[in-house]
């Protein structure tokens, strides 16, 4: 299970920071990260970490954004800077969870959280 925290209205130029925190029994995460979907279009993966310590950003994002994790919470935060009305979406957590006593990863979705940049 998935909790995404944090959205809200924001004028450009401004910031905002994301958390999704996964609960369960929980053996390992593989990947973690943020989609977003803004209306009429489709969603598109914003930022995730991987377990072996990478890191990969959208282009539209990058420089802007910045996503970490906290390993012993099972959390991971989406720090948004410099805002643009563009950024405006519905932002989603997923991961992919091993959970204890099972031998694949299943892939696992927040209920969104909603961003709206002002311009």
């Known amino acids: 299970q998935l909790q995404a925290f944090g959205g809200g209205l924001v004028q450009a130029g401004g910031s905002l920071r994301l958390s999704c925190a996964a609960s369960?029994?929980?053996?390992?995460?593989?990947?973690m990260g943020w989609y977003r979907q803004a209306p009429g279009k489709q969603r598109e993966r914003v930022a995730y970490?991987?377990?072996?310590?990478?890191?990969n950003y959208a282009d539209s994002v990058k420089g802007r954004f910045t996503i970490s994790r906290d390993n012993a919470k099972n959390t991971v935060y989406l720090q948004m800077s410099s805002l643009k009305p563009e950024d405006t979406a519905v932002y989603y957590c997923?991961?992919?969870?091993?959970?204890?006593?099972?031998?694949?990863?299943?892939?696992?979705w927040g209920q969104g959280t909603q961003v709206t940049v002002s311009s």
């Open positions: 997923n991961a992919a969870v091993q959970r204890i006593g099972v031998s694949n990863y299943q892939s696992y």
């Open positions: 369960g029994s929980i053996f390992r995460i593989n990947v």
């Open positions: 970490w991987t377990s072996d310590g990478s890191t």
